[in-house]
């Protein structure tokens, strides 16, 4: 592994890490945003809501527009907007501004989400693209271990603005890097080509190729299943089983450190066995795991413990069905990769959003709800995972014939 690739995958970790920063980061603030402009609990989650819808629709215009102009400029500018909508946050007089301005910062963020995963495209393919990806999420696994509990530790001392104003600084170092370091790997002679009608053909096409749209929604609902837990979480834990938001931002730590130390795991299984089998066996794992813990809690068992030790085994699965799914699903695309990973990243973002606004609506404060609509999420991505996959295998063994 050379320096360079080290370098830019730690670059492109951070560039993608801010989104989730401002998402992470200010959950243990929710209480003490409401109690401050005197909003409802629902009103408060709806700027969480509001986020999520935001990333998943804009991702499709810098997909395309990133294949139009470069990887570069795009960069700049989302992490400038978002640099905005963080100090718009930091001073928002109402919830409705606060919403609004979240908006803003989604807007942003959108560009760290989905233009790394085209660089990673534009510069290596097969077990080097996963290699690449595994080491990306590693440095993005810093938001959901650490940012809840910096999150708490800047809310004590500063107050839940001062959350956002951390949130400024983050995407200022990130732009440093960014121009400091960051090359253009799209070439103007890739660029010729691509238009914004050649786009939304781009995103017809994908949603006509079942190989694409099989192994997206493979993780769609694998992410979703993360989601449910982060949408919920602080609830289950801290009301219902009476825990401190230190220790629920421990609990957070705990899943996500299953999730993101078991995806650098992913090159060398990759290597070893090749990225079919690999996602086979972890999404059957992932799937397993949740339904257990899902059976347990429709028994009657109602344990902080029980869910922790089963979501940290699931999760960890999770972290090998993520990166394989989406080098997967790009491998075929190199052309227009760019417009594939914004039409990936917008359909994890848009089912995810779905997925929590369902789960929503069943919630009742206990654990129950939310580990069933965990189990469902995994049950259906292996259910995409293996149907895709196999008809992938079938269709390659007719026209090796």
């Known amino acids: 592994m050379t320096r360079r690739f080290l370098r830019l995958a730690i670059v492109l970790g951070l560039i993608t890490a801010v989104g989730p920063f401002a998402i992470d980061m200010y959950l243990p603030a929710l209480p003490s945003i409401g109690g401050s402009l005197n909003a409802s609990p629902s009103a408060v989650q709806m700027s969480l809501t509001a986020f999520f819808i935001t990333i998943g629709i804009c991702q499709l215009a810098y997909g395309p527009l990133a294949d139009m102009v470069g990887r570069k400029r795009p960069i700049y500018a989302g992490l400038a907007i978002f640099t905005l909508g963080s100090i718009g946050c930091a001073f928002a007089p109402t919830v409705e501004w606060l919403i609004a301005f979240r908006v803003v910062q989604a807007v942003g963020a959108c560009a760290g989400m989905v233009i790394p995963r085209a660089i990673v495209r534009d510069m290596h393919t097969g077990h080097e693209a996963t ?137 060398h299984l990759t290597k070893r066995y090749g990225l079919p089998r690999v996602i086979r066996v972890a ?62 990243g917008a359909m994890q973002f848009v089912v995810g959003a779905a997925v929590m606004a369902a789960s929503g609506l069943v919630a009742n404060g206990t654990a129950k709800p939310m580990v069933i609509c965990i189990a469902a999420c995994a049950v259906t991505s292996f259910v995409f995972a293996q149907f895709t996959l196999r008809r992938e295998g079938l269709a390659a063994a007719v026209g090796g014939k």
């Open 283 to 344: 999404v059957t794992g992932f799937a397993v795991s949740m339904v257990a813990v899902a059976l347990l809690f429709i028994g009657g068992v109602d344990s902080l413990l029980v869910m922790i030790v089963f979501l940290f085994i699931g999760y960890g699965f999770l972290g090998l069905v993520l990166p394989t799914a989406a080098v997967l699903s790009l491998d075929h695309h190199g052309e227009i990769a760019g417009t594939a990973s914004a039409l990936m």
């Open 131 to 267: 290699q690449l990806i595994s080491m990306l999420m590693l440095v993005v696994s810093v938001s959901p271990i650490l940012a809840p509990l910096t999150g708490s530790m800047i809310i004590s001392v500063f107050g839940w603005r001062g959350v956002f104003w951390a949130l400024t600084v983050a995407a200022a170092i990130a732009s440093v890097l960014a121009i400091w370091q960051l090359h253009e790997t799209r070439e103007p002679h890739h660029r010729a080509n691509s238009t914004w009608g050649g786009a939304f053909a781009a995103y017809g096409k994908l949603l006509m190729d079942p190989y694409f749209v099989g192994l997206t929604l493979t993780g769609s609902f694998g992410l979703s299943a993360f989601f449910v837990y982060l949408s919920n979480a602080s609830f289950v834990i801290v009301n219902h089983y009476g825990l401190t938001p230190t220790m629920f931002s421990l609990c957070f730590a705990l899943n996500a450190a299953a999730f993101f130390g078991v995806t650098q795991l992913t090159a």
